[in-house]
């Protein structure tokens, strides 16, 4: 903070110097100070750091280029009021030179994909990242990484990030992003990358994506499934969104809930109910019961392949009480029944 106050007020100045390496070197300092909190960001705002940055992105010098994406990025990073500003000064067509994949360009990209990430976050600007065609460009973008193997975590968590943001809001932009018959593929691929972080963040994507119905089955009757089933064992981060996706392919009814059953979620998903993570038993526990709602077939499997009884019987005793009364309902609106004709 003395830093902010007493120092940022000349490198602000030095980001119209004709010297690259000040220029550089003040747009890399203002990026770390912006990062470091919310009121930092404010007092080198009213210094007027937003024009001056957006106007280092026409630098013929990378590294500047570089350094003031970074430092917009970093700005832009939960709030809306800046990137209101940024958008206002037109910082989207000063972006989109340089969003675009080479090896030269991968730092350079990795920063301006990031602030395409901020201003998509709170919903506020979709309409003129689409308008200007950056939502057609993240896709392509996309579509192109997934054959650059290993995939660049730098470059392609961002975008994913930035497509989920998009997606997250009218199925309109789902529909505009999946104009490029490619996309749906080329998540697949990132589904079974080495990279968790690609997985992670496919997983998120897709789980905004499936609220349209067409995408919903084409990810559920496609190579997509079996993928994100693969996921469900893995570390918490990509389990908890696997489970999400699974969720919300299964509200959207009877026919994908039984294409799920038959290929295999409960025996993937029904060992979680032995887990700790109250989040984990809840999104697990509401995938079952919604199978076995809406799935002929869920019964038998849950019962005779999974042991699911059991693991249901041993959350009747959880110290959570949502949970132990989920377990309850589940048992006795689906199995009460055949446990009393056992009996008999």
Not at 111 to 119: H, I, K, Q
Not at 160 to 182: F, H, Q, V
Request: proline share 4%; net charge negative; charged share 15%.
């Amino acid at each position: 903070m003395a830093v902010t106050k007493q120092a940022a007020p000349y490198m602000v100045t030095y980001l119209s110097s004709s010297i690259p390496q000040l220029q550089d070197q003040s747009a890399w300092a203002l990026g770390n100070l912006a990062a470091d909190s919310q009121e930092c960001k404010e007092i080198i705002r009213a210094q007027g750091i937003v024009n001056p940055l957006i106007q280092l992105l026409q630098s013929p010098h990378p590294k500047v280029v570089h350094s003031a994406a970074f430092a917009l990025a970093n700005l832009a990073k939960g709030s809306i009021e800046i990137a209101q500003e940024m958008i206002q000064n037109n910082v989207i067509s000063n972006l989109l030179p340089h969003f675009k994949y080479s090896t030269e360009n991968e730092a350079i990209l990795s920063e301006v994909s990031w602030v395409f990430t901020y201003l998509a976050a709170s919903g506020n600007f979709t309409e003129p990242l689409i308008s200007s065609g950056v939502l057609t460009q993240i896709v392509a973008l996309l579509v192109q990484m997934s054959n650059v193997k290993p995939h660049i975590a730098t470059v392609v968590t961002p975008m994913l990030r930035c497509l989920g943001n998009i997606c997250s809001g009218p199925d309109d932009n789902t529909m505009k992003a999946c104009e490029n018959a490619d996309l749906l593929p080329s998540l697949a691929v990132y589904l079974s990358s080495d990279l968790r972080h690609a997985r992670k963040e496919t997983l998120w994507v897709l789980s905004n994506m499936t609220g349209d119905l067409s995408v919903c089955k084409a990810v559920t009757y496609g190579p997509h499934l079996s993928l994100v089933l693969q996921q469900v064992p893995a570390a918490f981060d990509v389990k908890i969104e696997a489970l999400y996706l699974l969720c919300n392919i299964a509200c959207h009814g009877e026919d994908l809930c039984n294409h799920m059953v038959e290929n295999g979620v409960l025996e993937t998903v029904v060992p979680c109910l032995k887990l700790s993570d109250v989040e984990i038993l809840n999104l697990s526990l509401a995938l079952c019961e919604m199978c076995l709602r809406m799935s002929t077939g869920a019964k038998q499997h849950f019962d005779k392949q999974c042991e699911g009884i059991a693991r249901l019987e041993a959350l009747e005793y959880h110290n959570n009480d949502t949970l132990r009364k989920q377990a309850i309902h589940v048992l006795e609106t689906y199995f009460e029944k055949e446990e009393e004709t056992g009996k008999e």
